[in-house]
């Protein structure tokens, strides 16, 4: 099987520092992946490097079977970085038009590449004109106008209002649907849980997935039939619940004692019909993990 990406033992170097040990990725089917960190530990760093913008000092990658030093990758893969990369007295039109004739793409596509992303009524104006949202959207358009089967996302909400970034979310979903994966790295944790749940955390150079890191406890709300010989159960082993419902409810496990619930409703023949992680867990991650990196100083 062709693998879309292929990271393997990618070390990076500023210095005696190093932002990347051993990193390795395998990525064997379309998908939606998150990249979650402080700022400086290496995020924008790995993008770069798949694009073949930095180098690693150790390592080596592969995008849809082609190192990512050949450049036909580029005909495969768009990256989405900030918007220092665009040219204050060019308008909109311009970067479009030039990464339109790069991949001869015809005016139509263009077109309605426009209008999806709503950049008509500034798109013939000059960049040093724009606000940070409008750049955004623009800088997405010059992502996507090539119609890449990989796209890297630097911050890609950045300054975006709320019906933006429902925009942008839905754009992402439907992309990662045609078959496109996305690597995206972004603060707003919030707005990544309604994207994807691959998420990996960038932490002492290695990517570690969210069941990797041991929490206390986790905040789940889950529907069950019997709901009544459930929630008897779970105060019997001392699990905090609340009911929501005649079939929801709402409880706090460790790991341990999910792995109980688990085995209770096995041997009691319930079925769970439906069991969700609340809102705010991938933030639960973070803080556990990178509260020592976060101290504001005096």
Same mark, same amino acid.
């Given at each position: 099987?062709?693998?879309?990406? +292929?990271?393997?033992?990618v070390r990076k170097y500023f210095g005696d520092h190093m932002v990347l040990d051993e990193l390795d990725l395998s990525i064997t089917e379309p998908k939606i992946i998150a990249l979650v960190a402080p700022n400086g530990t290496g995020k924008t760093t790995l993008l770069?490097?798949?694009?073949? &913008?930095?180098?690693?000092?150790?390592?080596?990658? $592969?995008?849809?079977?082609?190192?990512?030093?050949?450049?036909?990758?580029?005909?495969?893969?768009?990256?989405?970085?900030?918007?220092?990369?665009?040219?204050?007295? !060019?308008?909109?039109?311009?970067? !479009?038009?030039?990464?339109?004739?790069?991949?001869? =793409?015809?005016?139509?596509?263009?077109? $309605? !590449?426009?209008? +999806?992303?709503?950049?008509?009524?500034?798109?013939?104006?000059? /960049?040093?004109?724009? *606000?940070?949202?409008?750049?955004?959207?623009?800088?997405?358009? %010059?992502?996507?106008?090539?119609?890449?089967? /990989?796209?890297?996302? #630097? $911050?890609?909400?950045?300054?975006?209002?709320?019906? *933006?970034?429902?925009?942008?979310?839905?754009?992402?979903?439907?992309?990662?649907?045609?078959? %496109?994966?996305?690597?995206?790295?972004?603060?707003?944790?919030?707005?990544?849980?309604?994207?994807?749940?691959?998420?990996?955390?960038?932490?002492?150079?290695?990517? &570690?997935?969210? +069941? $990797?890191? +041991?929490?206390?406890? =986790?905040?789940? #709300?889950?529907?069950?039939?019997?709901?009544?010989? =459930?929630?008897?159960?779970?105060?019997?082993?001392? /699990?905090?619940?609340?009911?929501?419902?005649?079939?929801?409810?709402?409880?706090?496990? *460790?790991?341990?004692?999910?792995?109980?619930?688990?085995?209770?409703?096995?041997?009691?023949?319930?079925?769970?019909?439906?069991?969700?992680?609340?809102?705010?867990? !991938?933030?639960?991650?973070?803080?556990?993990?990178?509260? #020592?990196?976060?101290? %504001?100083?005096?």
């Amino acid at each position: 099987m062709e693998h879309i990406l +292929e990271i393997k033992g990618v070390r990076k170097y500023f210095g005696d520092h190093m932002v990347l040990d051993e990193l390795d990725l395998s990525i064997t089917e379309p998908k939606i992946i998150a990249l979650v960190a402080p700022n400086g530990t290496g995020k924008t760093t790995l993008l770069n490097i798949i694009a073949n &913008i930095d180098r690693p000092d150790e390592g080596a990658i $592969e995008v849809l079977g082609k190192t990512n030093t050949d450049y036909r990758m580029f005909y495969t893969l768009s990256y989405l970085q900030d918007s220092s990369i665009l040219y204050s007295n !060019l308008t909109g039109l311009d970067h !479009l038009e030039f990464i339109r004739k790069e991949h001869d =793409v015809s005016k139509t596509k263009l077109r $309605e !590449l426009i209008q +999806e992303l709503e950049l008509e009524d500034y798109v013939k104006k000059k /960049v040093k004109h724009y *606000s940070l949202g409008m750049k955004q959207r623009l800088l997405l358009g %010059v992502a996507l106008l090539s119609a890449p089967k /990989v796209l890297l996302m #630097d $911050e890609p909400l950045n300054g975006l209002d709320p019906n *933006s970034i429902l925009k942008i979310r839905k754009i992402m979903l439907k992309l990662n649907k045609q078959g %496109v994966t996305i690597i995206l790295s972004s603060h707003n944790l919030n707005e990544i849980e309604k994207i994807t749940e691959d998420v990996y955390f960038l932490y002492d150079g290695r990517l &570690i997935t969210q +069941e $990797e890191v +041991e929490l206390e406890t =986790v905040l789940y #709300d889950i529907v069950v039939q019997e709901i009544d010989k =459930v929630l008897s159960f779970l105060s019997r082993i001392d /699990v905090p619940t609340e009911r929501l419902s005649d079939y929801k409810f709402q409880a706090e496990f *460790s790991k341990q004692k999910l792995e109980v619930f688990y085995s209770f409703c096995k041997e009691e023949h319930i079925q769970i019909l439906d069991q969700q992680l609340l809102s705010g867990y !991938l933030e639960t991650i973070y803080f556990n993990l990178f509260t #020592d990196r976060l101290q %504001v100083s005096p």
